[in-house]
């Protein structure tokens, strides 16, 4: 089957047609980070949200349209990354394939959320390869269509908050290269005002096709290739080699206990 057609058959049970002229956006980050909750305080929707421990949002959904700013907008409420049961490779194809779908049909997104916990004490390497991946989905002429957006402040001393913040703005391993090319990080307290803000915000600027858009339907690359499948495939054979010479490790030591 052609990539076209793939995408194409993956992604048909969306009706594109009735997406034109409205503002489309993106809500992307990990499982748990409050995308479905997010997006229901802006359209008073009602996605389910999980309040269990294995994640919640398993496929591609849409919100109702809501009227923002003169606009008929609508949310992409999408997998979250590192979810309980499918690996990440699953999920951004899942992103992948539907966004390509959208851009084939004519439609652009009006803009990407991302959506980060501040009460995390600590980014885990998880977090950061997806950080990363996230950046190589959009590209960098993308990023002035993007909002970082921090919530769980109630969760967080302030000051700790505001510390990972800077963090997460000024180094290079989480955001810096992203807030340098025009992304922006906002703070999103739980209200509907709050997230209709934020949604306002990405609302000012044109559409935009983002690179994974470009290299799968404009350079005909499968997704495994395109610099957001790259970096997850890095880090993945990287964790091979790891695992590799830790089992490699270990039966040394064994056989050295048999030895004795
Ligand atoms: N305190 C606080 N809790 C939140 C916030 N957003 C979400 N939650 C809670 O976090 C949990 C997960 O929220 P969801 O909206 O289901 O998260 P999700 O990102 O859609 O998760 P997946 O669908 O598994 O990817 C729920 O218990 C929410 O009530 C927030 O801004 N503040
Ligand atoms: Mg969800």
């Given at each position: 089957?052609?990539?076209?057609?793939?995408?194409?058959?993956?992604?048909?049970?969306f009706?594109?047609?009735?997406?034109?002229?409205?503002?489309?956006?993106?809500?992307?980050?990990?499982?748990?980070?409050?995308?479905s909750?997010?997006?229901n305080?802006?359209?008073?929707?009602n996605?389910?949200?999980?309040?269990?421990l294995?994640?919640?949002?398993?496929?591609?959904?849409?919100?109702?349209?809501?009227?923002?700013?003169?606009?008929?907008?609508?949310?992409?409420?999408?997998?979250?990354?590192?979810?309980?049961?499918?690996?990440d490779?699953?999920?951004?194809?899942?992103?992948?394939?539907?966004?390509?779908?959208?851009?084939?049909?004519?439609?652009?997104?009006?803009?990407?959320?991302?959506?980060?916990?501040?009460?995390?004490?600590r980014?885990?390497?998880?977090?950061?390869?997806?950080?990363?991946m996230?950046?190589?989905?959009?590209?960098?002429?993308?990023?002035k269509?993007?909002?970082?957006?921090?919530?769980?402040w109630?969760?967080?001393?302030?000051?700790?908050g505001?510390?990972?913040?800077?963090?997460?703005?000024?180094?290079?391993?989480?955001?810096?290269?992203?807030?340098?090319?025009?992304?922006?990080i906002?703070?999103h307290?739980?209200?509907?005002?709050?997230?209709?803000?934020?949604?306002?915000?990405?609302?000012?600027?044109?559409?935009v096709?983002?690179?994974?858009?470009?290299?799968?339907?404009?350079?005909?690359?499968?997704?495994?290739d395109t610099?957001?499948?790259?970096?997850?495939?890095?880090?993945?054979?990287?964790?091979?080699?790891?695992?590799?010479?830790?089992?490699?490790e270990?039966k040394?030591?064994?056989?050295?206990?048999?030895?004795?």
């Amino acid at each position: 089957m052609t990539l076209l057609r793939e995408i194409a058959s993956q992604a048909t049970s969306f009706d594109f047609m009735s997406l034109r002229n409205v503002a489309l956006i993106a809500v992307m980050g990990a499982t748990g980070t409050g995308k479905s909750t997010f997006i229901n305080k802006a359209c008073d929707g009602n996605m389910k949200i999980g309040r269990g421990l294995e994640s919640c949002t398993s496929e591609i959904q849409l919100s109702p349209f809501f009227r923002l700013n003169g606009r008929n907008v609508c949310l992409i409420d999408t997998p979250g990354f590192d979810d309980t049961n499918r690996p990440d490779s699953e999920i951004l194809k899942d992103i992948a394939y539907y966004i390509c779908e959208a851009y084939q049909q004519h439609i652009q997104l009006a803009g990407v959320v991302f959506i980060h916990r501040i009460s995390d004490s600590r980014v885990t390497g998880v977090t950061r390869r997806n950080m990363k991946m996230f950046q190589q989905l959009c590209g960098t002429d993308a990023m002035k269509n993007v909002v970082i957006v921090t919530n769980m402040w109630g969760n967080v001393d302030k000051a700790d908050g505001e510390l990972r913040e800077a963090e997460l703005r000024t180094k290079s391993i989480f955001l810096e290269e992203a807030i340098k090319n025009g992304a922006c990080i906002i703070r999103h307290d739980n209200s509907a005002n709050s997230a209709r803000k934020i949604i306002s915000e990405l609302l000012k600027n044109d559409p935009v096709t983002l690179q994974i858009q470009r290299e799968m339907l404009d350079q005909r690359m499968d997704v495994i290739d395109t610099a957001a499948g790259a970096e997850l495939n890095r880090e993945l054979m990287e964790q091979a080699k790891k695992y590799q010479k830790q089992l490699e490790e270990l039966k040394k030591e064994s056989d050295g206990v048999c030895n004795l």
